[in-house]
Each structure stands twice: as C-alpha cells, then as structure tokens.
C-alpha cells in the first residue's frame, strides 16, 4: 500500500483567520541559511511587530526541523522554566504603513521535505489567488560598507532584473529552499522575484541595519508595500558611525577598505571586469583583516549594549 503525502498536511490553517483576499502580494522570507548581517532576520522582526498582522497558517516543526540542530530557547528563572520559544514556520496576513494587505511567510528554512513544502507553498500562493510573490535573502560578499548594498535579482520580473540587478553571474552556488519555491513558480507562469543582497562579509556576521532597510526597500520596488523604516536607518547611521571610528583609527583596516571600494567602483563604471568582487587578477581581495578588527569591536558594542538595557 502506498502513502501518500499531501503538501496541505504539512500546515495548519488558524481557526481564527481572516478571510484572505485575492490578489494580494506573497513576500516571503526564511532564516537558518545565509542571512548575512541578519537581514531577513531583522525584516521578520519589523514586519511582525511594527505592522498590523493575522496568523493565517503554520507548518508543522516536527515534520519540518531538526529540533536537535536548532532547539527551542527556554527562559530558566532560578529553579523552574518560565517560556519556551519554539521556532515558527508562518503566512500571516499584513497590513503594511498605508494599510495595503499582503502575505508574509516567515520562519525558519525546513531542514526535511523541500519538494512537498514547495509544493505547499506554490499549492497556497495558487488557493489564495496571490498576484505575485517576492522572497529576499541575504549573502556575504568582501564588498564594502561605505557603499549602498546591491542586489542581484532573478525570477520572471525582467524590468527589476534591468532597473536594480547590479551583480548578473553565472556560477552554480547552495540554493535556498526559497530558490526551489522561484523555479517551481516560474514553471508555472508565476510572476516571482527573488531578491539577494550582498552584504559586505566583515560584518555578516553582525546585525546590520542597512542591510534589512535594503531589503525592505527591495520589496517595495517589487510590490509597492510601505515599510516602517525609520527606526531601522537610525539605528544603522550608528552602527555605519562606530564602524567608521574603529576603521579611521587603523591603517591596516583604511587600507583594505580602500582596496574593496577601489574594485567596486572600477566594477559600477562598467570596466571589464568578471566581477565586483574581484580584481583584474581573478582573486577575491581578502578582507580577513578586517572581520579580525571589527569582531573585537563589535562584540565590546555588543557586551555594551546589553551593560546598557540592564
């Protein structure tokens, strides 16, 4: 006898949601997998508690994770547990700054069954009658952080690939379960749009504001959604400030910052050269040095920040 797995047994719709329009946008965004400078991270967060937002489904974790490789964050008080955070996989319905209506699946990257959850999304994105859907993710690049993020684009959208898509490559690299979410919808004649940022690598690592005002203002362009983004570009002129300071004070770290802005501009002129990431040479210019000085500097920020919130 042969089981059958149907992708609608992976989610649960909540009894208590709103009736879903058609046509809305599905912006969708997963963490576990290069989110570097925690951009879809930071994008989730401002979505989720700066907007209007319904629960409308949840996928089940245990079908979906590996509870053993991403456990469940408790809160331990003294002698007893107090909270347990378990990670969420969900499509909430939103209401964005003007009180446009989208989709926001948001969550973690399944670690099991990628083709029946892509089935389950492209299965929701057709029985909600989306209009289109957009996803972003967040890559680290030695590029620097004195210029605007770019982007490389991909999906069926030619005039965003043409308008905002600064790095076209062609290489063959791990692919985010939301890259298998795009080639299914194109397949299909879905208007989708995938959106990657390259985040300078030396601070992939950190919670760069700059990088999730990039992404939301990646979105914008795709669906025409208003953001909440003050906050975020006020705390990333600090964070830009501090890392100017530590850099000003050390000629290892102006010189390699320098190397990385002299490459992207030769690149942005449009200078034949392979890549913006690389030299005439065909090497990645190294950047190490300054992961190494900044790592020290912004883990004092960090150690900082919290002496300050207690």
């Given at each position: 006898?042969?089981?059958?797995?149907?992708?609608?047994e992976l989610y649960t719709f909540d009894e208590s949601a709103p009736t879903v329009p058609a046509g809305l946008h599905l912006v969708a965004g997963l963490t576990g997998f290069a989110d570097a400078?925690?951009?879809?991270?930071?994008?989730?967060?401002?979505?989720?508690?700066?907007?209007?937002?319904?629960?409308?489904?949840?996928?089940?974790?245990?079908?979906?994770?590996?509870?053993?490789?991403?456990?469940?964050?408790?809160?331990?008080?003294?002698?007893?547990?107090?909270?347990?955070?378990?990670?969420?996989?969900?499509?909430?319905?939103?209401?964005?700054?003007?009180?446009?209506?989208?989709?926001?699946?948001?969550?973690?990257?399944?670690?099991?069954?990628?083709?029946?959850?892509?089935?389950?999304?492209?299965?929701?994105?057709?029985?909600?009658?989306?209009?289109d859907t957009t996803w972003v993710q967040s890559i680290p690049m030695p590029v620097p952080h004195t210029r605007p993020i770019s982007l490389t684009v991909s999906g069926t959208r030619a005039d965003?690939?043409?308008?905002?898509?600064?790095?076209?490559?062609?290489?063959?690299?791990?692919?985010?379960?939301?890259?298998?979410?795009?080639?299914?919808?194109?397949?299909?004649?879905?208007?989708?749009?995938?959106?990657?940022?390259?985040?300078?690598?030396?601070?992939?690592?950190?919670?760069?504001?700059?990088?999730?005002?990039?992404?939301?203002?990646?979105?914008?362009?795709?669906?025409?959604?208003?953001?909440?983004?003050?906050?975020?570009?006020?705390?990333?002129?600090?964070?830009?400030?501090?890392?100017?300071?530590?850099?000003?004070?050390?000629?290892?770290?102006?010189?390699?910052?320098?190397?990385?802005?002299?490459?992207?501009?030769?690149?942005?002129?449009?200078?034949?050269?392979?890549?913006?990431?690389?030299?005439?040479?065909?090497?990645?210019?190294?950047?190490?040095?300054?992961?190494?000085?900044?790592?020290?500097?912004?883990?004092?920020?960090?150690?900082?920040?919290?002496?300050?919130?207690?």
């Open positions: 006898m042969v089981t059958v797995n149907h992708p609608e400078g925690s951009a879809v991270a930071q994008v989730t967060t401002s979505i989720l508690e700066r907007l209007e937002t319904r629960l409308v489904a949840e996928f089940d974790p245990d079908v979906l994770l590996d509870w053993r490789a991403r456990r469940p964050v408790i809160t331990f008080e003294h002698d007893h547990i107090t909270d347990i955070e378990p990670p969420r996989l969900a499509l909430h319905l939103v209401r964005d700054e003007i009180g446009q209506p989208f989709l926001f699946l948001s969550g973690y990257e399944p670690d099991f069954q990628w083709n029946r959850f892509v089935r389950a999304v492209t299965d929701l994105a057709a029985q909600l009658q989306v209009v965003l690939v043409e308008s905002m898509s600064v790095w076209k490559p062609e290489t063959q690299a791990p692919a985010n379960v939301l890259h298998l979410v795009e080639h299914r919808l194109s397949e299909l004649d879905q208007q989708v749009t995938g959106l990657v940022l390259l985040v300078p690598h030396y601070l992939s690592d950190t919670e760069f504001p700059d990088a999730a005002v990039a992404a939301l203002s990646g979105i914008s362009a795709s669906t025409g959604l208003i953001f909440p983004t003050d906050a975020l570009r006020e705390e990333g002129r600090e964070f830009i400030a501090r890392v100017d300071e530590q850099v000003a004070g050390n000629g290892e770290l102006q010189r390699l910052v320098s190397a990385l802005e002299e490459r992207h501009d030769t690149y942005m002129e449009g200078n034949p050269i392979a890549s913006p990431l690389t030299g005439v040479d065909g090497e990645v210019p190294t950047a190490d040095a300054i992961a190494d000085e900044l790592e020290r500097f912004l883990a004092d920020r960090r150690v900082d920040g919290d002496a300050t919130d207690d």
